[in-house]
């Protein structure tokens, strides 16, 4: 059975740090890409940065470049992202997900973090 448990989301004012973490079971993590997703009320969910299964290559999105770090751990099956200098439009629920770099359709989600960047 596939599991992504995220944790780590809260309340954090502007400026601040979060960092979440996904552990995942099931699947045979280092296969994968890893990847954190987010979607703010009204809008689509978007791709925020993934981790590639090997190579250890990284992306971001340009709103969270210079500010997010992905990072990942195969021996713990965990993905993290490390969130600094926050703003409040990073206000969303946080997703974490895996895909199969061959059979992109190999596709898993976790259940979502809520984080808010408030004052």
């Known amino acids: 059975q596939v599991q992504l448990v995220e944790s780590g989301g809260g309340l954090v004012q502007p400026g601040g740090s979060l960092r979440l973490s996904c552990a995942a079971s099931g699947f045979t993590f280092s296969n994968y890409v890893m990847s954190w997703y987010r979607q703010a009320p009204g809008k689509e969910r978007e791709l925020v940065a993934a981790s590639t299964s090997v190579g250890g290559n990284t992306n971001y999105a340009d709103s969270v470049k210079g500010r997010f770090t992905i990072s990942r751990d195969n021996a713990k099956n965990t993905v993290y992202l490390q969130m600094n200098s926050l703003k409040p439009e990073d206000t969303a629920v946080y997703y974490c997900?895996?895909?199969?770099?061959?059979?992109?359709?190999?596709?898993?989600w976790g259940q979502g973090t809520q984080v808010t960047v408030s004052s």
């Open positions: 997900n895996a895909h199969h770099p061959v059979f992109p359709t190999i596709r898993y």
